[in-house]
T-cell receptor, first 111, second 114 residues
Framework: DQQVKQNSPSLSVQEGRISILNCDYT??????FLWYKKYPAEGPTFLIS?????DKNEDGRFTVFLNKSAKHLSLHIVPSQPGDSAVYFC??????????FGQGTRLTINP | DSGVTQTPKHLITATGQRVTLRCSPR?????VYWYQQSLDQGLQFLIQ???????AKGNILERFSAQQFPDLHSELNLSSLELGDSALYFC?????????????FGPGTRLTVL
């Protein structure tokens, strides 16, 4: 049973436009959500997080939106830059901080 | 650089063998986590230690074991290796192990079992 799903394995966006990555979850006990970015041959790098008591968190070009009723999470990157090309993982935790990861979405920013 | 170090970077071994992966957490972090990423898969949580004690267990095989030492570094031991154990193994650390505490990941160890 996959509790965190990223249904788009890949996404291609033009440089300067908005990138929107989506994530759905099934476990209503999740109370903390994170996005990680991963380059090849490197470990995941923390990007941004959001607590379940909020519906939006912003950090520079990155904004995470949480819709608890829909059990949906999204990451907006604007404007998109070539260096944003990477695999993005959403993750969720419930209390004990065991992170449950989605399968990842490969984002490609085209010049 | 996350501050989490993992050694070795690459490991090639044969089926049936035993290997040890090492992780040093960020300075001051008490909690260490191990994850496995198989080819084209997401990261799967294996086990968490907090200040030397096991705190949470995930999809860790009985052939695998881990421990966290008094200096807070951790080792993941994989024994009776099978071809399917070939994967990237990541270690992460966080300060308190609480749900709102961000985990920071090391660069990973790529294990290849031949």
């Amino acid at each position: 049973d996959q509790q965190v799903k990223q249904n788009s394995p890949s996404l291609s966006v033009q440089e300067g436009r908005i990138s929107i990555l989506n994530c759905d979850y099934t476990n209503s006990m999740f109370d903390y959500f994170l996005w990680y970015k991963k380059y090849p041959a490197e470990g995941p790098t923390f990007l941004i997080s959001i607590s379940s008591i909020k519906d939006k968190n912003e950090d520079g070009r990155f904004t995470v939106f949480l819709n608890k009723s829909a059990k949906h999470l999204s990451l907006h990157i604007v404007p998109s830059q070539p260096g944003d090309s990477a695999v993005y993982f959403c993750a969720a935790s419930a209390g004990a901080q065991k992170l449950v990861f989605g399968q990842g979405t490969r984002l490609t920013i085209n010049p | 650089d996350s501050g989490v170090t993992q050694t070795p970077k690459h490991l090639i071994t044969a089926t049936g063998q035993r290997v040890t992966l090492r992780c040093s957490p960020r300075s001051g972090d008490l909690s260490v986590y191990w994850y496995q990423q198989s080819l084209d898969q997401g990261l799967q949580f294996l086990i968490q230690y907090y200040n030397g004690e096991e705190r949470a267990k995930g999809n860790i095989l009985e052939r695998f074991s881990a421990q966290q030492f008094p200096d807070l570094h951790s080792e993941l031991n994989l024994s009776s290796l099978e071809l399917g154990d070939s994967a990237l193994y990541f270690c992460a650390s966080s300060g308190t192990g609480d749900s709102s505490d961000t985990q920071y990941f090391g660069p990973g160890t790529r294990l290849t079992v031949l």
